[in-house]
Antibody, heavy 115, light 107 residues
């Protein structure tokens, strides 16, 4: 059974940093392109970025609102995806989901940016 | 990048057919994907590659495409289908884009 479990969310002050993790199991993580998607309270889904598999180059792409502030990485030895978030702003408040190709999603982790 | 436009809301009585549209220049060059999201839950993939249904998704859910518009059709709507529905596509580099979402209300 495929499982994606996010962790690391919480309350952080504007300008602060946070690192989210997504632990994967039930599929060959190293072969998968992985994505982060977020959803602000009461709003729609917003794609944040993607990291390809190492065999596909391991490259990353980001949405404009987070480019330069967020970094996606992966540790295939730990089957874990990461999202490093720096210079957080109040508008980054959202539930953050990791997804493997859209077919499998984690339960999400809430990030609240507030003073 | 692309923009995808969905109606904010669709209402239908139980047993009727609901159609949710999604328009954008991404189509028909790129595939469409549809997600169902219920309150407090993660999205669930309902349709992929315009018309394909993942295993476990009821047959009453179907997808179609015509020009720059894709449509999610729910035949014989049930109360449990009340949810938000999002279309999604990607550009040639693999960047995803979502539609704004449609709230389906079952009257």
């Amino acid at each position: 059974e495929v499982q994606l479990v996010e962790s690391g969310g919480g309350l952080v002050k504007p300008g602060g940093s946070l690192r989210l993790s997504c632990a994967a199991s039930g599929f060959t993580f190293s072969d998968a392109s992985m994505r982060w998607v977020r959803q602000a309270p009461g709003k729609g889904l917003e794609w944040i970025g993607r990291i390809k598999s190492e065999t596909d180059g391991g490259t990353t792409d980001y949405a404009a609102p987070v480019k330069g502030r967020f970094t996606i990485s992966r540790d295939d030895s730990k089957n874990t995806l990461y999202l490093q978030m720096n210079s957080l702003q109040t508008e980054d408040t959202a539930v953050y989901y990791c997804t493997a190709g859209g077919g499998f999603w984690g339960q999400g982790t809430l990030v609240t940016v507030s003073s | 990048s692309y923009e995808l436009t969905q109606p904010p809301s669709v209402s239908v009585s139980p047993g009727q057919t609901a159609r949710i549209t999604c328009s954008g220049d991404a189509f028909p060059k790129q595939y469409a994907y549809w997600y169902q999201q219920k309150p407090g839950q993660a999205p669930v993939l309902m349709i992929y590659k315009d018309t394909e249904r993942p295993s476990g998704i009821p047959e009453r859910f179907s997808g179609s495409s015509s020009g720059t518009t894709v449509t999610l059709t729910i035949s014989g709507v049930q109360a449990e289908d009340e949810a938000d529905y999002y279309c999604q596509s990607a550009d040639s580099s693999g960047t995803w884009v979502f539609g704004g979402g449609t709230k389906l209300t079952v009257l």
